[in-house]
């Protein structure tokens, strides 16, 4: 069991908008920065949001990041099919002293 | 280019030994914070370890503590994780990361462990 959980799957059609809930305590989102990472099989993960909604350089604005309270959310616009991936969310837990990842999910651009 | 770049991954009895190396390119990895995490075969991503930059701090999650120890040799740009008294479910493919502020910017692509009999 993640010490983060996320829906295991979520789909949407081409252009469409999705969004992929993070709900944690406040031992880890209520107290600290949510990141989230894009991994297609057989690869390493990949930097897609740091501090709750910053983007890294070279990652479209179709891309989005939000934090309240003890939830985040990752959002997608504009889907594509090349979208389609498994995305986690991380952040650091004050109490358990360690960094923890959501259960991961998966991505489907019908 | 900015790369991680892991190897020494394998095939180990369960009891054995092993370690894992990940050579930085592209930055000054002294500056750094550096992870090791680690996902099973169809699982999640599991955090392991971290290592400060200057080696001085390390981190462990509580299911290798005591097992594993992280290392760094700045001089060489290297990082390491040795894995003692491994388990089946230590089997995972290893990442190395590296830590920007609170995200891990930089990612290899990963070392297969495999911990059987």
């Known amino acids: 069991q993640s010490v983060l959980t996320q829906p295991p799957s979520v789909s949407a059609a081409p252009g469409q908008k999705v969004t992929i809930s993070c709900s944690g305590s406040s031992s880890n989102i209520g107290k600290n920065y949510v990141s989230w990472y894009q991994q297609f099989p057989g690869t390493g993960p990949k930097f897609l949001i740091y501090?709750?909604?910053e983007r890294p350089s070279g990652i479209p604005d179709r891309f989005s990041g939000s934090k309240s309270g003890t939830s985040a959310t990752l959002g997608i616009t504009g889907l594509q099919t090349g979208d389609e991936a498994d995305y986690y969310c991380g952040t650091w837990d004050s109490s358990l002293s360690a960094w923890v990842f959501g259960g991961g999910t998966k991505l489907t651009v019908l | 280019e900015v790369q991680l770049l892991e190897s020494g991954g394998g095939l180990v009895q369960p009891g054995g030994s092993l370690r894992v190396s990940c050579a930085a390119s592209?930055?000054?990895?002294?500056?750094?914070?550096m992870s090791w995490v680690r996902q099973a075969p169809g699982k999640g991503l599991e955090w392991v370890s971290a290592?400060?930059?200057?080696?001085?701090?390390?981190y462990y999650a509580d299911s290798v503590k005591g097992r594993f120890t992280i290392s760094r040799d700045n001089s060489k740009d290297t990082l390491f994780l040795q894995m003692n008294s491994l388990r089946a479910d230590d089997t995972a493919v290893y990442y190395c990361?590296?830590?920007?502020?609170?995200?891990?910017?930089?990612w290899g692509q990963g070392t297969m462990v495999t911990v059987s009999s």
């Open positions: 592209g930055f000054t990895f002294g500056s750094y914070t």
């Open positions: 290592i400060s930059s200057s080696g001085a701090y390390t």
């Open positions: 501090e709750n909604h």
């Open positions: 990361a590296k830590k920007k502020g609170d995200a891990f910017d930089i």
